[in-house]
């Protein structure tokens, strides 16, 4: 489902955030990616969604060519950024219904889609309300409902539960573990909950200082009776880092 071959990202000023990562992805995992602040977490993220163009490498996504084929990669994929798409003051149920038709649906479509995803997320009695009446848990369910109008193969969440309650955390993990179950979605997730990505991925990818410098199960790399955090602190080093913001 994802296939990179020395994928790079150099910036100007020649800021290489990402230094050649080689990525491999099959269908239907739930694929942790995990580093520090500034690792390249984001910006790798960023390449494979077609919003960033590589500097170098290969990369095949969903089937499609990256640099070739970037509009099929598109159709083919959904996204959720850190910070959400959704507008504040918009009923979400016409929002919705405009993102579907913006995917090609047409209205009746778009109406029936919508509606099958809000009952998918829980989200049918909060269809009428603007995001800024929803708690944090609602709107980031929301925003995976942006993301799965079009019925993608393939799912990426950028930190999906930043902020949330305990409760609203378990949510979200369980309708990622159905749309899994379920739809046979693939899905590549980024957090810094290293117990999130510890109870729901198949396996996980460490990346630092743009090179991926490990890779496993959960308890393929929990070895020696470590705990995750263990494994990351060993990988990564201890010393606090400044935001990058790659």
Not at 114 to 121: D, I, S, Y
Not at 218 to 224: H, N
């Amino acid at each position: 489902m994802i296939k990179t071959s020395g994928l790079s990202k150099t910036f100007d000023g020649g800021v290489e955030a990402v230094a050649g990562v080689d990525i491999s992805v099959e269908p239907g995992e739930i694929v942790g990616f995990l580093g520090p602040n500034g690792a390249g977490k984001t910006t790798t993220m960023r390449m494979l969604t077609t919003l960033l163009r590589p500097t170098s490498g290969t990369a095949t996504v969903a089937g499609h060519d990256l640099l070739g084929d970037a509009r099929e990669v598109r159709k083919r994929i959904g996204y959720v950024s850190q910070s959400g798409g959704v507008l504040p003051v918009v009923p979400l149920r016409g929002e919705l219904e405009l993102q579907g038709m913006l995917y090609g649906l047409s209205r009746q479509a778009a109406a029936a889609k919508t509606q099958e995803v809000l009952a998918r997320l829980g989200l049918t009695k909060l269809d009428g309300k603007p995001a800024a009446a929803l708690s944090g848990g609602q709107r980031r369910r929301f925003d995976i409902a942006f993301a799965l109008l079009h019925d993608p193969a393939l799912l990426f969440l950028d930190e999906p539960t930043t902020g949330l309650d305990p409760q609203s955390r378990a949510s979200l993990w369980d309708h990622i573990r159905a749309l899994r179950a379920e739809k046979g979605m693939t899905v590549f997730l980024t957090t810094h909950y290293l117990d999130e990505a510890d109870a729901l991925c198949d396996r996980l990818l460490i990346i630092d200082h743009g090179r991926i410098v490990a890779e496993g199960s959960p308890a393929e790399l929990k070895t020696g009776g470590r705990t995750l955090d263990d494994v990351f602190l060993d990988i990564t080093g201890r010393s606090l880092r400044e935001e990058a913001g790659v």
